[in-house]
Each structure stands twice: as C-alpha cells, then as structure tokens.
C-alpha cells in the first residue's frame, strides 16, 4: 500500500530545551527560567519552550498514521544534532522526504527507511526527521498487517515474541524530593535521575549530591511497600569530572564511595565526567568500567553524552566502556536504529537502557515501548516530560496493553498450531 498524502502539524514537546553549556558555566535559576546570556548556537534563551513537529502519512483507505519530531533536552551539546527548529524541518520534509515517501511500499518497514532516509549529497538526514518519520512509517505498518508495531519489529528482526515487561525508570526534574516520593509510592522500578546538572546541586567534592543519594535510599526503606527494591539511577550531567577532576582513578574512587554509602542497592551513575569527545570518552569510560569492576563495586557505568548514534553505540560496546548504554531515541534517528542498538548491546553483553528526552510527546513514547519490549531492553524511560505521574502512566499503560494484547496473539497461535 502507498501513501496518499502527507500532513505536517506543529506541535510542543513536553519540557523545554536547555543550553547545557551555559548551566554548566554557571548561569542561575530565577523560579523555572535561567539568568544569563546562552552560548549554544541556535538558543535565544537558556531554556526555551519545547516544540515538535508531527508527520502524518495518509494511506491508500484513508487511514492517518502519526509520528512525532523533536531533538532532546540537551540540543547541541555532546555531539549532538543542534537546536530543533520546526519551520526548517518542516520545510526540509515537504522537500525532501514527502516525494521519497510517496514512492514506498509502507507494508515493508525496514526497507521504507532505508528508502526514505537516503543521505543528501552524502550528508545523513537530521536525526529527528529519521526519528519522527520511522514512527509514522512503523505504525502504517502494523496497520496494514493488522499487528502491533511491537510485532512489526520481531517480524523485522526475526525475534520471538516476548513474554516479559521491560523494568521502567523515572526522572524527577528539579522536584527532586516531591518527585521520588511519587516514585516510591509507584512502585517504580528504577529511580530517581535526580537532574544534578549544576554546582549547587552537586555540591563542592560532591557532598550535595552524596547526600541525596542517602536520603533517596532512607526514603526508599521508610515508605515503600515490603520488598521494594528499586535500582537507583542517577544522572549526573558530567558533574563528577567537573568537580572532581578528569582522572578515571579518581572518578572511580568517587563513585564507588557513592555505592558503598548504599551499600543494600544496586546504583546507576549517569555521564560522569565528559571527556570532550567521542574517541576519549571511549577510552576514560573503559578505564573506569574496569576499575569498578575489578573492586567487584555495585556501581554501574551509564553512557549518554558522546554516545549518540548507532555507531557510537557499537564502539562504546566494542570496547567494554559502559556498563549500560542509555539509547537515546532522537539522537539515535530511525526507531530501526534503537532496535538494532538494542540488540547491538545485547550481543556485546552491555546493558540496554531505551531512553530518549523530557522533550519527547506521547507518541513517540508509545512508539518506544513497543520498540523496548519488542527487543527486551534492560530498562525503558518513563517519558515524555520531567514528571512522574503522567509519564508512567503514559509508558506503562502502553507497555500493559501491549502484552495483554501479545499475549492473546500468542494463544491464538497455539490454538492454531
């Protein structure tokens, strides 16, 4: 079946966009805004409202298939693709990617993205069209095989269909305290991110931040229900390297003082130093992973910035420099490519984190739950946006409707068999 048409409609994503390079160089908050000048090209302010751009593809019986645009958080910063703009990408896409969709079997779902995200005089496409456009081409899939577009992908990549749900993880933006209550009370499984990405937050030699890796724990214990025992993950923004220094010995040192503090969980650290590039990001991360775990610590490496694409993932796993890769979904583009980084970590023993961004919409949420479960990621974000509540619902739900909806599939299957 081909495309009839297709639509673009403007639309918000669900945080704001931030200048990492100007909160890392100090700039102040007044209420929800930052003070300061941006430094980031392309950022009029540090902090500006998040904007999308929904790709809707008609088919040929007049169904409308959606997939959502937008970069992450952090645009423009680790090597990331800059500043979302939605009236550049809008234009871009009714140039360039509506005659290539119009020419595609959208029944065949790798294949429509090989088609449609052809470089441009050698350049590869900007990584939220590749992002927004693979959901739209996913979802027409699983509706002309009248499927789930977590079973698209196990067709697509010759995976059994799965049994199990993915452990959901949750961030807290800066209502740290109110945030992890809800999370705790949730039962979520993994918590809190904690959004330590300034000085004051993190504390001088990391005191601040210790601190409430405590208080995160004791809460844990004093309100949760009889054998609850989350992980705790905590995003760092590069703070430790900041503060401590970029030493892997010292670093290490640092974060297993951290896991000992806790010593009854299993604890995440997020980006702790960045090490201003990709190759030596590799080779820091290596050093650290090793040390941790020759000292048998319960700290567990997490990758993000500097780890963007497909083949920065392969490279971080080829060389043991993570313990977990957060996949970032926008900055990873085609939702085939979360699928294969997915499977990429697998193969290499590395743990599998399905991120993506604050910044993101329900759709693409939803999107990345059947990706997650489809290949059994090791952990998936509870997103879009810097709250629990409807985050968890929005991941969660989708993720419950999809296995019951699997698990009737699979009956059918063996009543038939």
Request: net charge negative; hydrophobic share 40%; glycine share 8%.
């Amino acid at each position: 079946m081909q495309i009839k048409d297709v639509l673009l409609a403007p639309g918000n994503g669900a945080f704001f966009y931030d200048d990492q390079t100007a909160i890392r160089s100090g700039a102040t908050q007044d209420g929800f805004r930052y003070v300061g000048e941006p430094i980031t090209p392309g950022f009029t302010s540090i902090r500006i409202p998040a904007s999308s751009l929904s790709i809707g593809l008609v088919l040929s019986d007049e169904t409308v298939v959606w997939g959502d645009m937008m970069n992450v958080q952090y645009s423009g910063a680790g090597g990331r693709d800059p500043l979302f703009d939605a009236n550049q990408i809008s234009v871009f896409t009714s140039r360039v990617i509506a005659p290539r969709l119009f020419d595609v079997d959208v029944s065949r779902f790798r294949t429509s993205c090989v088609k449609v995200f052809e470089p441009v005089d050698h350049l590869r496409l900007p990584l939220a069209v590749e992002y927004g456009v693979s959901q739209a081409l996913l979802r027409a899939a699983a509706h002309l095989q009248r499927k789930t577009m977590a079973e698209i992908i196990c067709a697509e990549f010759d995976l059994p269909l799965p049994t199990c749900r993915v452990p959901i993880y949750c961030q807290s933006g800066d209502a740290r305290e109110i945030n992890v209550d809800k999370m705790i009370l949730k039962g979520v499984d993994v918590l809190p991110h904690g959004l330590i990405n300034s000085r004051q937050k993190f504390g001088v030699d990391g005191q601040t931040f210790m601190e409430f890796v405590k208080w995160v724990a004791t809460r844990t214990r004093q309100i949760g229900r009889p054998g609850y025992h989350p992980v705790l993950h905590f995003d760092v923004y590069g703070w430790i390297g900041q503060e401590i220094g970029l030493e892997p010995q010292r670093i290490a040192d640092f974060i297993c003082k951290v896991a000992d503090a806790v010593p009854d969980f299993t604890i995440n650290i997020e980006s702790p130093a960045d090490f201003g590039s990709t190759r030596a990001q590799i080779e820091n991360y290596a050093k650290i992973v090793s040390i941790l775990d020759n000292r048998s610590s319960s700290a567990r490496i997490v990758v993000d910035e500097r780890c963007n694409t497909l083949e920065d993932i392969r490279l971080f796993a080829d060389a043991k420099a993570t313990h977990l890769v957060q996949i970032k979904t926008p900055d990873v583009g085609s939702i085939a490519d979360t699928a294969r980084a997915v499977l990429l970590c697998k193969e290499n023993k590395v743990g599998a984190y399905v991120g993506g961004s604050c910044t993101e919409t329900d759709l693409s949420a939803q999107a990345s739950v059947h990706v997650s479960v489809a290949t059994q990621a090791d952990m998936m974000l509870a997103k879009p946006g810097m709250g629990v509540d409807e985050a968890f619902s929005i991941v969660g739900n989708e993720q419950n409707r999809l296995l019951a909806m699997l698990n009737r599939r699979r009956t059918q299957n063996e009543n038939v068999g």
